[in-house]
DNA sequence: CGTATCTCCGTAAACGTTTACGATGATGTC
DNA sequence: GACATCATCGTAAACGTTTACGGAGATACG
């Protein structure tokens, strides 16, 4: 616990205004010949200061570099300046998506971000995570709980600061909002264009059932169909990843069962399936159609293009940004979900048209 | 500035032990019948309090659930539990990799993470949030910067806290250490692999000069070309778009330029050049071996799955955290960079050798 | 000219910790 | 039994702000 050390010192030879120490408020009203307190208005705009005296200060301040000490602040004020995101540590397309926006989101808000993120098992991490974030004096946390386990826990935390859930089709609760976007409404989309295209026998790759994602999108892929007056195809439950896709795949065309079209519940999945098809001489679009989720960077250029549904991740962390500030505000606002947007490009065509 | 006016009660209706207001260093020390210096010597482990106390103090912490208010802590030590990490937006294979790799070990070290990320124009934004950083109260700095206009505007700014760069072949400074993995290395090896192959006419689909890792992944190409005896062929650089690629190859086909072998500079690229040539007959790995770098998600499944290279965004992350843990306590530490490891699949296959 | 009002500014206290120092009682030593 | 030593604990000051309050001049009004 030596206190921080650095080699030599961390200002040397640079070429700014050398600024050994953090200037302080008071620096700033010794040099402009005013007490603290007046610098203390100049900086939170208060009024009862002279347009001199606050031009004054505003150059000194300048000057010296000063700026706000945030712990200080933190402290007297109890009010923060920043959001805490909890995710899942997972790498996949949907989770990295938001988080990224959420930042970009964030910041143009003028709010720096805090991001932790938990593992399995959720019980404990979750609770734990979301009092370091507390501790950290953030304003408000949103969680992007793409897994329902993660949910839970939130669920069963408890929390001083308002939170946020980010999941897909889970409802809110008292004491935490949720938000999301309309992926059973994307779901439904794909299933629609494949109806639409004249396919009766439409199958789902689902993904993963303890994902939100996995879940809704099975669901809106039932509805679709049985608005439709269809009756589901098979389903196979995955873990989203191309080689469950390939395996089961692979197993389809040995049964001789491959539907005339299907919907994979993301773009990795259809890669997958794809790829066992191609291997065996069944061409697609034209022996089947699939779609995809998610349009990731390169379904355009799968072979063939990918046919998939895109969400709009900015959008849904503008939206979610918006109702957490709400909270933290006590304000309400309005809470309609995202739509994704279906994407059609060469993976699908119409049954029965020889080419 | 109403302050914070949760609707209702944020703790309204919670199982848990109502915690209204934050129990304080104080709350703790009256219940336990001691003094709040007491306290704060068990918090910090500190010795001179005898077992008892220590017991009877934690029993307390933990039934009324207080927490250490890092604001108070943060002001008066003015030394922090939490890294910044500053990126830029770029939703990228690699730089997300990083973040994500990053945000996981400092969490195992006990570190917070704030992360900001800048956008172009690079010159102010940076300066400006390596500033909000620094007033959050972080105790050092790693920034991410792929590309050499961001890594240069790093190199500009002045910071009280050490950073740490993360740029793929680019130098230390005195004021900024940098650190990286062995990218040259990587392109090295896949060139090599071409090599072994028995290919000698090696193209390179080239990334963005821009970015670090499109020069030293060229670097690299030529340099084992170079060791080889060989002629480095072709070099268009691109945008790391799977559309460049396929545009490029495009016209390579139509200009009967085609070469033996490809090292495409990242797997999206792979991708665009590989649906090129499949669309105009041309198979891979049968006519032109091609290998990628990246490994993304998917990669193996790609037709053909895919030979590239792959990066240990884990063990980057927890050198580079190192390296800058051992700045911040003025210690040094190894840094030999990361080795990437060629993964062989079935886009490349040896020369002339007919099926 | 006295007083009330207004504008501007200074001052003190508080936020929740850590750290240095001093106080107390118990224990050991001669 | 006196004194030094030690273990344990309490106390005060400080960290850099914000906020509530009070005071000094200046201006207006009767």
Redesign the pocket.
Same mark, same amino acid.
Do not use: E, W
């Given at each position: 616990?030596a206190g921080r050390a650095v080699p030599h010192d961390a200002n040397e030879g640079l070429h700014d205004a050398p600024l050994r120490?953090?200037?302080?408020?008071?620096d700033v009203?010794g040099i402009a010949?005013?007490?603290?307190?007046? *610098?203390?208005?100049v900086?939170?705009d208060?009024?009862? *200061?002279? &347009? &001199?005296?606050?031009q004054r200060v505003l150059q000194v301040i300048k000057d010296i570099g000063?700026?706000?000490?945030r712990?200080?602040?933190a402290? *007297?004020?109890?009010r923060s300046t920043s959001i805490g995101i909890l995710s899942d540590g997972s790498p996949r397309f949907g989770p990295v998506g938001t988080l990224m926006a959420l930042e970009n989101i964030a910041r143009k808000k003028g709010y720096a971000t805090t991001v932790i993120s938990v593992e399995q098992p959720y019980e404990e991490s979750v609770q734990d995570a979301l009092d370091t974030l507390d501790d950290t004096g953030v304003g408000g946390i949103i969680v992007i709980a793409p897994v329902v386990d993660m949910a839970a826990a939130v669920w069963n935390a408890t929390c001083r600061v308002p939170v946020e859930m980010i999941a897909a089709g889970a409802s809110s609760t008292p004491n935490v909002f949720t938000y999301s976007e309309n992926q059973e409404l994307g779901a439904r989309l794909a299933t629609q264009h494949l109806i639409d295209l004249g396919h009766t026998d439409i199958a789902h790759f689902a993904g993963s059932m303890e994902w939100f994602d996995g879940r809704v999108r099975k669901r809106g892929w039932e509805a679709a169909l049985r608005d439709a007056g269809l009756t589901p195809g098979l389903c196979p439950e995955g873990d989203w990843s191309p080689g469950w896709a390939y395996e089961t795949a692979l197993q389809l065309v040995r049964d001789q069962k491959v539907p005339q079209a299907i919907f994979a519940a993301s773009d990795h999945t259809a890669l997958g399936l794809i790829r066992a098809f191609a291997e065996h001489g069944i061409r697609v679009p034209e022996d089947v159609s699939v779609v995809g989720f998610d349009d990731i960077e390169g379904s355009d250029y799968f072979l063939p293009p990918l046919t998939t549904v895109r969400q709009d991740f900015t959008a849904l962390a503008l939206m979610s940004m918006e109702v957490l500030l709400g909270a933290m505000e006590g304000r309400d606002v309005d809470r309609t979900p995202i739509a994704p947007t279906l994407v059609v490009r060469d993976s699908t065509r119409r049954a029965n048209s020889p080419k």
């Open positions: 616990m120490r953090k200037p302080t408020i008071n009203a010949g005013v007490s603290f307190g007046t *610098v203390s208005r900086l939170n208060a009024p009862d *200061v002279s &347009a &001199a005296t606050r000063y700026r706000r000490n712990a200080a602040t402290l *007297v004020t109890s």
